[in-house]
């Protein structure tokens, strides 16, 4: 690997000039330059800096011919341009002169020797090898890429040179030769052994670049002669070999090639098992000076062996390998007083590790956990079915019962009218009753007697002047009657608005309010909503709000209040084969292939299904089938084609299939309407079943939504708390839009610690606990959320068109027992289903009346709102507990400590506590 500090790489170089002169290569300084008397002047012109560019050009022209990584190459572009010259200037000096030739040539003389030539000649270059050695490593290792090449070239075939010496190297260091052991012995420099490891030394070199590391991991005798150079006796190079093959085995390709060399190592040394020789070199117990490192190096290189892999059966059949030669147990003998770098080893294979008994375990206990979910999910969708039929049902009963009750009320009030207008005397007593106790509806329908008025449906109350000609004069306290027509209106009576109503008192707030920013509804549209009985003040009269103010004051006191208008709310309501045979055609090659593709779904024959079309039969012809027909109607153009074509008196057996099918078709009357009436009855009765439920949830949740007084008290103190809040800056108003219920929850209290909401909660809990569960009023709300009213319109009107087609066809086609019984049945249900449309749109509008929203507005964004509200409400509540239960069990903690305090005080010298 390259350095991490490049930078003293390249400084180093100024230090490893090469001799010129081959003779030299035996010294110690072989391979360098002697520093000269131009080194002054070198270093003279190294000052002289040129223009930018020029230095950039010869710095990359350098980092060519060094093959750096990507990574390290854009790091030295970042230097300085005199960083960069003063590299420019060492490089170009260090320049090699010589060739590679000179070393191969030298190792060919020595070569010699495993030609069985031992001469006088070859033992002298046997002598100085190890400096022949050092010096191509150190050239290998220094010089550009240009000189590696050279080296690897095919007229020089270095590396296999390099190789066979290797080769020689391990055999000389086992031969029995005694000439050889002699000069073994004379050498200065050591045994073949150390021949053996700097031969790797250089295969590292060359590994340290790209071109070099491809050259090796090619070269198959090489990867052979690394492994076989785990034998060798210095642990040192085994070390070097480890870490070599483990670099080696993360190459693409490259643990096919380790795994081949560790074959043949097997082989050459006689193991009876692969990785045995490893596994027992490292394994040597008795042997306490056996180093680190290559402990280090050897388990790295197992993990890298064994855990490569990307298929996992391979990763364990080379991991059983392993185990079967005691690896397991050696490591985990060790492991307790293993050295650092051992433990991470071991910790990296065992963290690896497959353990193919509790895999299987595991894959057992998980294909059981897998069809056990399949069981319960299979019985969770019958349970929500059966949960979803059973609603629907209630809703329908629900529907039905209301509809009762409606239709009682109706029945009721026609009675009542009856009665009174066979009762002339009774009635007349009735007026006048009603005429002498009417009082203004802001009054909260009582007179000054005490007596209440009658309040009508609408909430208002009228009064039925039907007073007979001598009728008493009206009580005092009671209003005047009405004006004769064309009279002025007199004005109204101080203390009331135009519309009649109490003009909102202006609430003076101790302390400045923040803003509550809902959406007012003006006075003139009050009438015929629930704000009609409402009254706030009845509110202000039961609560203390001195609390209120203290919790959501602003923060800025005092401040000039500015008069502003009502903003908007942050919301806004928002609507929610096999070929065919070579024959004549009449149709478009795209088309034709449309119709045979239909035709072979359909998988009847073309005759059986022009006579189900024909007698209108979905037993034969299901409902899918008919859809799929549909498509591939025969147009017009197509229609006058073949009309022409038969008219010629052309043969039809001419015609390919889909033709003569098409023929088939057109021959049918009516084919178009046949087809969307057989559409129309196949999914009658599954469009009833879809659009029923949702109109009944639509009613259901719009009458619940009318007949809650729990909600309508709520709605009331949540007025009286936005009139406290903006009466000084805004005025008090009459009613809202149900918008502001959402921002409830984004108002907080001065010290952000609750909000408005569940402030509101709080005094419903503690004032008003028959209002706290008003959602137990207010029924099936997301189901009616869900509903689109347009839809429905849409499709409810589709289906009547449909009808009336049929019809036709029926008249057309007065004994076709299909479009009989089919009529006898379906018209009654979609009169039905057009009753409860027209029911669920009177009801819905007038829920959306009743709380003063706009007639537009859709189901989804009206029923979502109070499905939010809700929500937010549940989720204020459980949040109350929690608090609660927190300070509960602050105080109890409090108190215990207050306690052990006072034990202490009173018992100073008892250590127990």
Request: glycine share 4%; charged share 25%; with cysteine.
């Amino acid at each position: 690997a390259w350095p991490d500090d490049l930078t003293l790489f390249l400084e180093t170089l100024r230090h490893r000039k090469l001799v010129p002169s081959p003779n030299s290569m035996g010294n110690a300084n072989s391979g360098r330059y002697i520093p000269t008397e131009s080194d002054k002047a070198d270093q003279d012109n190294r000052r002289e800096i040129p223009e930018t560019e020029e230095v950039d050009r010869r710095f990359s022209a350098i980092l060519e011919t060094m093959d750096l990584p990507m990574e390290k190459a854009k790091a030295m572009n970042e230097y300085t341009v005199e960083k960069k010259w003063t590299l420019v200037c060492d490089q170009e000096k260090t320049r090699p002169t010589t060739p590679a030739k000179s070393y191969l040539n030298r190792l060919r003389e020595i070569l010699e020797i495993n030609n069985g030539k031992v001469t006088r000649r070859s033992i002298a270059a046997l002598t100085d090898s190890v400096s022949v050695l050092r010096s191509l490593e150190i050239s290998l290792r220094t010089n550009e890429i240009k000189w590696v090449q050279s080296f690897l070239s095919d007229e020089n075939r270095g590396l296999e040179v390099l190789v066979d010496y290797v080769a020689l190297a391990q055999k000389l260091s086992h031969t029995d030769n005694q000439k050889l052991r002699r000069v073994s012995q004379t050498r200065s420099s050591g045994d073949f052994t150390d021949d053996v490891h700097i031969c790797i030394l250089c295969v590292k070199a060359l590994m340290n670049n790209k071109y070099g590391f491809r050259s090796v991991m090619e070269h198959d005798r090489c990867v052979n002669y690394l492994a076989l150079s785990l034998s060798h006796p210095s642990y040192r190079t085994k070390t070097l070999v480890c870490e070599l093959l483990a670099a080696m085995c993360r190459f693409p390709g490259g643990h096919e090639t380790i795994l081949s060399a560790m074959d043949n190592f097997k082989v050459e040394m006689g193991e009876s098992q692969r990785f045995e020789y490893l596994v027992h070199s490292v394994n040597e117990t008795a042997d306490t000076s056996l180093p680190i490192e290559y402990q280090a190096a050897a388990i790295s290189l197992a993990n890298v062996i064994v855990y490569t892999p990307e298929d996992y059966n391979y990763c364990v059949h080379i991991q059983y390998e392993f185990t079967q030669l005691g690896w397991d147990n050696w490591m985990q003998m060790v492991k307790p007083h293993a050295a650092e770098a051992i433990a991470k080893q071991i910790a990296a294979y065992e963290g690896n590790y497959y353990d193919v008994e509790t895999l299987f375990d595991e894959a057992n206990t998980k294909a059981s956990a897998v069809k056990r979910v399949e069981e319960l999910e299979r019985e969770m969708q019958e349970l929500s079915e059966k949960c979803r039929v059973l609603e629907d049902e209630s809703i329908a009963k629900t529907a039905a019962l209301q509809k009762i009750v409606t239709d009682l009320k109706r029945e009721m009030e026609t009675l009542k009218e009856s009665f009174v207008s066979r009762s002339p005397r009774t009635a007349s007593t009735a007026s006048t009753e009603k005429y002498s106790t009417q009082t203004n509806p802001a009054d909260g329908g009582k007179a000054k007697n005490g007596e209440t008025t009658p309040v009508t449906s609408s909430g208002s109350a009228r009064a039925i002047v039907t007073a007979p000609p001598a009728a008493p004069p009206p009580p005092p306290g009671a209003p005047a009657p009405p004006p004769p027509p064309g009279a002025p209106v007199p004005p109204p009576p101080p203390g009331t608005s135009g519309t009649g109503r109490r003009i909102k008192r202006q609430i003076q707030t101790k302390y400045r309010m923040p803003a509550f920013n809902w959406q007012s509804i003006q006075p003139s549209g009050i009438n015929a909503t629930i704000f009609i009985d409402i009254d706030d003040e009845k509110v202000h009269e039961v609560l203390d709000f001195s609390d209120f103010e203290e919790l959501f004051k602003t923060k800025a006191q005092p401040m000039t209040v500015a008069v502003g208008s009502p903003t908007g709310s942050k919301q806004s309501w928002r609507g929610s084969g096999r070929r065919l045979k070579r024959e004549e055609s009449l149709l478009d090659p795209s088309r034709s292939r449309n119709l045979a593709i239909a035709l072979r779904r359909v998988g009847v024959a073309a005759n059986l299904v022009v006579e189900a079309v024909e007698r209108m039969d979905l037993s034969s012809l299901p409902v899918e089938y008919v859809e799929l027909l549909l498509k591939v109607t025969p147009t017009d153009a197509e229609v006058k084609v073949f009309e022409r074509y038969v008219a010629d008196g052309k043969p039809v057996k001419k015609l390919n299939e889909t033709d003569i099918f098409m023929l088939e078709l057109i021959g049918i009357k009516r084919l178009g309407q046949k087809l969307r009436v057989m559409a129309y009855i196949g999914n009658f009765f599954d469009n009833i079943l879809m659009l029923t439920p949702q109109l009944n949830a639509l009613i259901v949740a719009s009458n619940s939504l009318l007949s809650s007084n729990k909600l309508k008290k709520l709605l009331e103190i949540i007025l009286a708390f936005g009139n406290y809040m903006n009466s000084s800056k805004r005025g008090g108003i009459y009613g809202f839009r149900l918008q502001c219920l959402d921002l409830l929850v984004d108002l907080r209290s001065t010290d952000r610690t609750q909000t408005l909401l569940q402030y509101l909660v709080t005094v419903v809990q503690n004032k008003f606990p028959d209002v706290a569960d008003f959602p137990s009023e207010l029924q099936f709300l997301e189901k009616a959320a869900t509903v689109s009213l347009e839809a429905i319109v849409a499709d409810v009107n589709e289906l009547s068109v449909s009808m009336q087609m049929t019809r036709k066809e029926h008249e057309l086609q007065p004994e076709n027992t299909v479009l009989q019984n089919f009529l006898s049945n379906a018209e009654t249900k979609l009169k039905m289903l057009g009753e409860d449309l027209e029911r669920a749109a009177s009801v819905y509008k007038e829920a959306l009346t009743y709380f003063g929203e706009d007639t537009k507005v859709t189901p989804n964004a009206f029923f979502s709102l109070f499905s939010r509200f809700i929500k937010s409400y549940k989720k204020a509540v459980a949040d109350l507990e929690r608090k609660q239960k927190f300070e509960v069990r602050m105080a109890a903690w409090s108190l215990f400590n207050d306690n052990i305090f006072s034990y202490k005080l009173m018992h100073p010298f008892n250590t127990t506590v």
